[in-house]
């Protein structure tokens, strides 16, 4: 799969939980939850809208590799791949 559209897919999936979200000052490598302020809610529906869009089951124990948005694309990249 191509990244960018990818990335653009995820970014939407994220500005759909926490529309306030300005894409250009995301900083893909620090941790996300923190820069986007999302609370552990916020952070599993997130988790569930990717799911339900790319069809990949996150098991719980894979939540603590999800840490930035590039964690987030390239565990999504390897599972659609």
Known sequence: MNPEPLSTTVMNLLRAIAPELEPDTLNPARPLRSQVDLDSMDWLNFL??????????????DYARLVSFNDVLDYLAGKTA
């Open 48 to 61: 569930v809208s990717l799911h339900e869009h790319f069809g990949v089951t996150i098991p719980e124990t």
